[in-house]
Antibody, heavy 119, light 107 residues
């Protein structure tokens, strides 16, 4: 079955970087867009952006442009989210989610990766 | 910027109907989606393209649209339906927007 399995929890100091992975299985990795969504503690869902695994094209929400990178490795069917210059406000759970079709629903979600930014 | 507005909370008794609204400019012209997120879990898609249910979602979940307001209806609400619910739509066809979420309490 379709699965998105994310990397484990991370604890980082302010100013550091973190790279979260999303390993997919059960479908053709290059056939569906992947999104990243952040959820701060006790808050709602915040869309970060998407990556087209076929060609690496990306689109970011304005809040994340310039300090977030989304990449992919087609050989391992894995997508990556890298956050730089972390601040305490970046603490939260980061989810990857598959797009049902081109710009459709987010039908399958990863289990989430908790990132804690603290000195 | 495009925004989606949901009521922060809703309480219903078991067996009653829960109706969660989501409104936004020109929302009637966009496909909308609903996600359920139980405490400590990842979101789950429960309605897509206004009113379609993914496989495995009970038929007590339904979606509808009237003007620029969409509604998620849960008929015969059960205790297991207690969760946060988020609506979602696309802005400019390439950017995702989520509503602020509605906390559904079943008591």
């Amino acid at each position: 079955q379709v699965q998105l399995v994310q990397s484990g929890a991370e604890i980082k100091e302010p100013g550091a970087s973190v790279k979260v992975s999303c390993r997919t299985s059960g479908y053709s990795f290059t056939g569906w867009y992947l999104h990243w969504v952040r959820q701060a503690p006790g808050q709602g869902l915040q869309w970060m952006g998407w990556i087209n695994p076929k060609n690496g094209d990306t689109n970011f929400a304005q809040s994340f442009e310039g300090w977030v990178t989304m990449t992919r490795d087609t050989s391992s069917s894995t997508a990556y989210l890298e956050l730089r210059n972390l601040k305490s406000d970046d603490t939260g759970i980061y989810y990857c989610a598959r797009d049902l079709g081109d710009f459709d629903a987010l039908d399958i979600w990863g289990q989430g990766t908790r990132v804690t930014v603290s000195s | 910027s495009f925004e989606l507005t949901q009521p922060p909370s809703l309480s219903v008794s078991p067996g009653q109907t829960a109706s969660i609204t989501c409104s936004g400019d020109k929302l009637g012209h966009k496909f909308t989606y609903w996600y359920q997120q139980k405490t400590g879990q990842s979101p789950v898609l429960v309605i897509f393209e206004h009113s379609k249910r993914p496989s495995g979602i009970p038929d007590r979940f339904s979606g509808s649209k009237s003007g620029n307001t969409v509604t998620l209806t849960i008929s015969g609400t059960q205790a297991m339906d207690e969760a946060d619910y988020y609506c979602q739509a696309w802005d400019t066809r390439t950017s995702v927007v989520f509503g602020g979420g509605t906390k559904l309490t079943v008591l």
